[in-house]
């Protein structure tokens, strides 16, 4: 793109991830073809939305590694009488069942979500209700992500970490792409974050599966 990302939004370089999001949003609605826009512009404000969700999401993942590589260093400074087996045990019991937990209560809703919406998606109460699924599901999120930076795993699981963010990951990207659909109806947003989220599917259930080899240790 040759143009400035943060132009066409109109936004400044300073502004948050939320600032962004809803400038997209104001644009989407003057601009989208099915509102009478002009898809060229539509075009490069999805561009510019892109990018910069990219660029956020980079850094709010350096920032996550930031917070695991401290809260590791202070593990390893405060760990005292604590076994190796029992610090997995304490990481499983502390961190990972509550995320499990936040991510079934998102993943598992989501197709009797879409049946009820593909019943009429320009029904206001139906859209109301699958938007607040959507705003629920966000909020479970930032949830996730704090529950997720209050401790390092320990090292010997780290792979088993790395595989539950990945996992956090689609289904955040499932979540905003749903949440662009709401938008302008775009049909290739619904079918792209029913996929994101299917995957996180599958991920959670191999998460499920190899958990039970760590806690017999």
Known sequence: MSKDPYQILKIHPSATLEDIKQAYIKLVKI?????????KIMLEVNSAWEILKKKHKNLN???????KAYNQNEYKREANNYSESEDIKKW???????????LGQI?????????????????QVLMDS???????????????????????????????????????????????????YTMGYVDNYLHDGKSMIAFAKK???FLQSNKKEWLIL
């Open 130 to 180: 699958f938007c607040l699924y959507l705003e629920k599901s966000k909020y479970k999120i930032t949830k996730i992500k704090k529950i997720y930076t209050s401790n390092a795993s320990p090292s010997i699981i780290r792979d088993f970490s790395l595989d539950l963010y990945h996992c956090l990951s689609h289904v955040e990207d499932g979540i905003n792409e749903l949440e662009r």
């Open 61 to 67: 993942y350096n920032e996550f590694n930031n917070t």
């Open 203 to 205: 991920k959670r259930k």
């Open 92 to 102: 499983f019991q502390n961190i990972y069942l509550p995320i499990d937990k936040l």
């Open 107 to 123: 993943i598992n809703p989501l197709g009797s979500k879409i049946r009820d919406l593909s019943a009429d998606p320009y029904d």
């Open 31 to 39: 601009h989208h073809p099915d509102k009478g826009g002009d898809s």
